[in-house]
């Protein structure tokens, strides 16, 4: 999405398109994952956080059932009736921007609720395909629109869950919730420890002396033809065999003793998952004691685990971490999100962050070739209504 401010954008086109000033301004965010990477659909634990860069929608409420909408990163215009949605499901699902917001207003009024037309411009800054849920942010911040124009009340684990079941069975990604989940109910200037099995957020205060840097490597995947479905479905039958519901319920001492029973490929893809939520779990504590150190040493054990286990990364992703890790300041890093390209993230210390953030991608162009971009990231807020 467009690096220019999205607020003042989607404000703008609004007024320039429809005469009037929006009556709703929402936004919602994307995120970066600190550690706990393809543990949610595991059942197990996460710890993202939602960052400063966000979807906004301007909106007005609209009469009858149309949803006019024009988006200003794609320079696109979109329009469905919410009737038409309501009636052929997913079976109409297409490509595309737009798909995203008709999957949510069907999720929506899949579970009971009444929804109103409204028309609006949509911008946003979360980069595309970069691991840090641009498609979850959008969603979210859809969602917020229609909560907005139709009355219903905001429930963020619950507009999270529809969120998901809208990239699920409309769009065709078979994600976890946690995207969704931080996008909804972050916490400025902290961290969530997300139990993806009961919903519960834990909202861990990050360090003041310490800052992430997310560094994008220029790559990009497509989560719909990778191998994130194969994984998970690797997951799912390791479960199974080892009867039970999900990969969380293992704890690292049964897989060892299962072991024997698995192939080199389902116990490594296992032990990833278990491993990883263990990191997880502590990573909430260290953080939350100020241990910058610790927590560098657990994203790098992540890193290799997702690299060699899991089997997620890719050779921009490796060298990029591998450049990071060699700067003054930088305690740890990884990849982050789904993997095969995107971005990793730093933790680094605050004085040191824009050096990390610029010299670490100054050695990454150097060696790849590929052009990168850095963001020195803050904790905000969930999806929200914006007042002037």
């Not at 411009?121 to 629109?145: F, H, K, Q, Y």
């Not at 730093?346 to 953030?357: H, P, Y």
Request: aromatic share 6%; hydrophobic share 45%.
């Amino acid at each position: 999405m467009s690096d220019a401010n999205p607020r003042h954008a989607a404000k703008t086109v609004f007024t320039e398109r429809f005469g009037t000033a929006p009556t709703h301004l929402v936004r919602a965010p994307g995120r970066v994952n600190l550690i706990g990477e393809h543990t949610d659909y595991n059942d197990g634990f996460v710890l993202p956080m939602a960052i400063d860069r966000a979807v906004w929608i301007a909106l007005r409420p609209a009469e009858g059932t149309a949803v006019r909408v024009g988006s200003h990163d794609f320079d696109a215009d979109g329009e469905f009736d919410l009737e038409q949605v309501r009636t052929a499901g997913p079976a109409s699902a297409g490509k595309g921007w737009l798909e995203y917001l008709k999957g949510t207003a069907w999720a929506l009024m899949d579970a009971g609720h009444e929804l109103r037309g409204w028309e609006g411009v949509v911008a946003g800054d979360v980069p595309i395909g970069a691991g840090l849920s641009s498609s979850a942010a959008l969603e979210m911040a859809t969602a917020r629109a229609f909560a907005e124009v139709s009355d219903l009340s905001w429930d963020p684990a619950a507009m999270a869950k529809l969120g998901q079941r809208a990239e699920n069975a409309w769009v065709g990604v078979n994600c976890g919730i946690m995207d969704q989940m931080i996008s909804a109910s972050g916490r400025a200037g902290h961290a969530m420890l997300l139990d993806c099995r009961n919903l519960e957020p834990e909202y861990v205060r990050l360090p003041t002396d310490a800052s992430l840097v997310v560094l994008d490597t220029g790559t990009r995947r497509g989560l719909v033809d990778s191998a994130y479905g194969e994984r998970r479905s690797q997951c799912e039958a390791v479960a199974k065999h080892l009867g039970v519901r999900a990969l969380r319920e293992i704890t690292a001492t049964a897989l060892i003793v299962a072991g024997p029973q698995l192939d080199d490929t389902a116990l490594r893809r296992a032990r990833h998952v278990v491993t990883e939520s263990q990191r997880t779990v502590e990573a909430a504590s260290v953080l939350a004691a100020g241990n910058t150190r610790r927590m560098g040493e657990l994203m790098d054990a992540s890193h290799i685990s997702l690299r060699e286990d899991f089997e997620v990364s890719s050779d921009a992703l490796d060298t990029m971490v591998t450049c990071a890790r060699r700067q003054p300041g930088c305690f740890g890093a990884r990849m982050t999100g789904a993997g095969f390209g995107g971005c990793a993230v730093a933790l680094a210390d605050a004085d040191a962050a824009e050096s990390v953030a610029r010299d670490t991608c100054a050695a990454y162009r150097h060696e790849t070739g590929n052009e990168p971009t850095a963001y020195v990231c803050v904790a905000t807020a969930g999806a929200a209504v914006v007042t002037d």
